[in-house]
């Protein structure tokens, strides 16, 4: 279980409360206005956000030990993949920064980018890709780290509609298979839908405990619904 106990981030005139609990397996969206604070509820995840209060990975606290020690692999909208290095070795980044990798851990990127339907593709540059096949090569750098906790940052919001579902189900079907847990950054109560069946609302500086995104969506509350408008109908009739 991922915990956050009293976590409180006070950054001059921003303050930001958490005190919820998400289930080890969980696919959970973290949803509200911009600037609310949904980034910064990842920030303190991966070690990036100032903060006080605890943060527990499986009743161990990770808020004591520096970003790169932690359980944690983030995936943010710019992908973050090096122009100047081929796919190949961005997704090797994954794995080890320095040196050379083990004959095994070659074969897990190679199975990383083949998963994700980038075969062929090893040795190009991240200009040479589409903005899909980009973020197929970020998703893949993801999943070669082996964490049990993934923090989606919005990286497929720059895509059309058709493509990010595709993201959305991959993501899906790499959390079935490796049982991560996943926390998502999105304002799109589709994507909530498609991904999540629990949903946190960021707003009026709380981050609230997660609830079922059906429901939520269905009869939400007074500020949620004011800042998703027509968007929320949108949603009605996806699948989780």
Avoid at 229 to 238: D, F, P, S, V
């Amino acid at each position: 279980m991922l915990t956050f106990d009293a976590v409180t981030v006070d950054l001059g005139d921003f303050r930001l409360t958490a005190t919820l609990a998400i289930t080890e397996g969980e696919r959970v969206a973290i949803i509200g206005p911009s600037g609310a604070g949904k980034s910064t509820l990842l920030g303190v995840v991966a070690g990036f956000t100032p903060h006080t209060g605890h943060i527990s990975w499986k009743e161990d606290r990770i808020d004591r030990i520096a970003p790169g020690q932690r359980p944690v692999a983030v995936l943010f909208q710019d992908n973050n993949l090096f122009p100047h290095l081929t796919i190949l070795q961005n997704v090797s980044l994954g794995i080890r920064t320095k040196g050379k990798l083990a004959s095994s851990e070659q074969q897990a990127v190679r199975q990383a980018i083949a998963r994700v339907g980038l075969s062929g593709y090893e040795d190009r540059k991240p200009a040479a890709l589409s903005g899909g096949q980009q973020s197929r090569a970020a998703l893949a750098r993801l999943f070669v780290q082996a964490k049990p906790v993934l923090l989606l940052d919005e990286p497929f919001s720059a895509l059309g509609p058709a493509l990010k579902d595709e993201m959305l189900d991959l993501v899906s079907e790499v959390a079935d298979m490796s049982g991560a847990t996943v926390l998502m950054v999105t304002h799109d109560p589709v994507d909530a839908l498609r991904l999540a069946s629990r949903t946190i609302v960021v707003s009026d500086g709380q981050a609230a405990p997660p609830v079922p995104t059906k429901a939520l969506l269905k009869s939400p509350p007074e500020h949620l619904a004011s800042y998703l408008g027509r968007r929320i109908a949108l949603g009605e009739g996806q699948e989780t």
